[in-house]
Nanobody, 123 residues
Framework: QVQLVESGGGLVQAGGSLRLSCAASGRTFSSYAMGWFRQAPGKEREFVAA????????YYADSVKGRFTISRDNAKNTVYLQMNSLKPEDTAVYYC????????????????WGQGTQVTVSS
């Protein structure tokens, strides 16, 4: 079992920045690909970013490419999402996910999920 706890969400004005963290425990963190997803009310959960087990490969949704950066520190069992130039359309609950089947854009390919952290961007 893997437990994931997100933190760092909050309210920010458009153009601002936030850094989300996801702390993992319970299993070998370095074995898992990690992903960030987000979900706004009434919408489907959508892919944001993913990183492979070693941190050497990263993937981004087109909507966040160039603004968001995913990274991981396996020594600290933590994955991060640095969000810059935030837009109102980035408003959502952001979820951290871990999976043994590699980085993927599909939520169902991940095995463990955090509780989510709210990000609200005002215009």
């Amino acid at each position: 079992q893997v437990q994931l706890v997100e933190s760092g969400g909050g309210l920010v004005q458009a153009g601002g920045s936030l850094r989300l963290s996801c702390a993992a425990s319970g299993r070998t963190f370095s074995s898992y690909a990690m992903g960030w997803f987000r979900q706004a009310p009434g919408k489907e959960r959508e892919f944001v970013a993913a990183i492979n087990w070693s941190g050497r490969r990263t993937y981004y949704a087109d909507s966040v490419k160039g603004r968001f950066t995913i990274s991981r520190d396996n020594a600290k069992n933590t994955v991060y999402l640095q969000m810059n130039s935030l837009k109102p359309e980035d408003t959502a609950v952001y979820y951290c996910a871990a999976g043994l089947r590699g980085a993927d854009v599909l939520p169902r390919r991940y095995d463990y999920w955090g509780q989510g952290t709210q990000v609200t961007v005002s215009s």
